[in-house]
Structure formats: structure tokens, C-alpha cells
Antibody, heavy 119, light 110 residues
Framework: EVQLVQSGAEVKMPGESLKISCKGY????????IGWVRQMPGKGLEWMGI????????RYSPSVHGQVTFSADKSISTAYLQWSSLKASDTAIYYC????????????WGQGTLVTVSS | QSALTQPASVSGSPGQSITISCTGT?????????VSWYQQHPGKAPKLMIS???KRPSGVSDRFSGSKSGNTASLTISGLQGEDEGYYYC??????????FGGGTKLTVL
């Protein structure tokens, strides 16, 4: 069974760093793209970007480029989203999802990771 | 990349049909047949309902259908049921080799 399992909720202070994870099960992790989608409180879905774990090819949305970093460790079928210096505006639920090609839909989603940034 | 334009809300009675529109540009919706629709219930992850403009993944009811004309895609739900209530988001591939979501539409079943 295909599953994407994300790390648990985080509460951080502004300026702190953070790395959240998304682990794939039940399929060849190296042959699907992993996307990251942000959902701010009470708001809609925002496409952040994608990474191909097979060779770490990356695409970032202009709105997050330089603000976050995607990475992946194919040996443990895990993708990561990280921040070096969090802001209150980073408070959101972050979903990972997989897609077969860059133009394919997201067919399986993780359960989401709630990140709360507050002083 | 600007978000695709969806109506903020639509409503319908059980058994009726509703249509949700998703308007983009020739750089996204109009340029590719890579429009998808997702359903999201409160507190849950999104679920793929339609891909490639009008293809239903296995397990999705045939009450859901998609279409496209020019820069506007549409999702139609026929025979509305209470379980259809929730939020619906369209998404499209773009010329920048990225993707973009619509702002989302809240569906209320009266």
C-alpha cells in the first residue's frame, strides 16, 4: 500500500531552524517526484515546489525560493523540507504528495505537518 | 505565478448538479491538458478527484466529471450528496515547469 508518512507537529520560535520529513512506503521512492504544499490557517493550498529523489532535481515556486530548502535521502525513502530561520508567517500545515512526472497530479498525500511559529 | 481563479463558494441541494469553474491563462489551464481537481474535508489531506482535465482515478464516483474550454476548466458534481460537502481546488501545470492551485471553492450541500 502506498503511503506518505510525515513527521509530527512542531512549535518553534521565530528565528529557529526546522526540518520536517516525509517518508514513502509501498513504492519505488526514486521514481516519483515529491511535492510540498502549504496551507496557511484558514486558507487554500499553495504549491511550494517539488524534488525528484532519484537525482535531487528541484523546482521551487518563486514565492518560497530562497526561504526554504528541499532535500531527499533516497536510501531511507525520505524527503525533507527545512527552514534556516522561521518567521511567524511560516505557520501553516505542510503536506507532501507524490507525482509521477512534473505535469502529473498529486495522487497520494501525506497526513500533513502543522508548524506553529510563535514567540 | 498567480493562483487560478475559482468562485469562493457554491451550493446545491441533494440530488442536484453543481459546476465549479477554474480560470487561468494560456500559460497554464489554456496551454495544457494537465488540470487536476482535489477535494478536501476539514482537517484532512486533499484527495485527487480528477486528473488530466477529465480522468477519474480508480475509486472516485462517476458523479464527478471535468471539462475544459479555453482558459477555463470546470468540475461538475451530479447527484449531490451530503458527503460531497467540503472544499475543492483546481490545479494546473504551467509554462514555468511548475504547478499552481486555485484559491479553492467551498461546496455547501443544503
Amino acid at each position: 500500500e502506498v503511503q506518505l508518512v510525515q513527521s509530527g507537529a512542531e512549535v518553534k520560535m521565530p528565528g529557529e531552524s526546522l526540518k520536517i520529513s516525509c517518508k514513502g512506503y509501498g513504492y519505488d521512492f526514486t521514481t516519483y517526484w515529491i511535492g510540498w504544499v502549504r496551507q496557511m490557517p484558514g486558507k487554500g493550498l499553495e504549491w511550494m515546489g517539488i524534488i525528484y529523489p532519484g537525482d535531487s532535481d528541484l523546482r521551487y515556486s518563486p514565492s518560497v525560493h530562497g526561504q526554504v530548502t528541499f532535500s531527499a535521502d533516497k536510501s531511507i525513502s525520505t524527503a525533507y523540507l527545512q527552514w534556516s530561520s522561521l518567521k511567524a508567517s511560516d505557520t501553516a500545515i505542510y503536506y507532501c504528495a507524490r507525482q509521477y512526472t512534473t505535469s502529473s497530479p498529486f495522487d497520494y498525500w501525506g497526513q500533513g505537518t502543522l508548524v506553529t511559529v510563535s514567540s | 505565478q498567480s493562483a487560478l481563479t475559482q468562485p469562493a463558494s457554491v451550493s446545491g441541494s441533494p440530488g442536484q448538479s453543481i459546476t465549479i469553474s477554474c480560470t487561468g491563462t494560456s500559460s497554464d489551464v489554456g496551454g495544457y491538458n494537465y488540470v487536476s481537481w482535489y477535494q478536501q474535508h476539514p482537517g484532512k489531506a486533499p484527495k485527487l478527484m480528477i486528473s488530466g482535465v477529465n480522468k477519474r482515478p480508480s475509486g472516485v464516483s462517476d458523479r464527478f466529471s471535468g471539462s475544459k474550454s479555453g482558459n477555463t476548466a470546470s468540475l461538475t458534481i451530479s447527484g449531490l450528496q451530503g458527503e460531497d460537502e467540503g472544499y475543492y481546488y483546481c490545479s494546473s501545470y504551467t509554462t514555468n515547469r511548475t504547478s499552481v492551485f486555485g484559491g479553492g471553492t467551498k461546496l455547501t450541500v443544503l
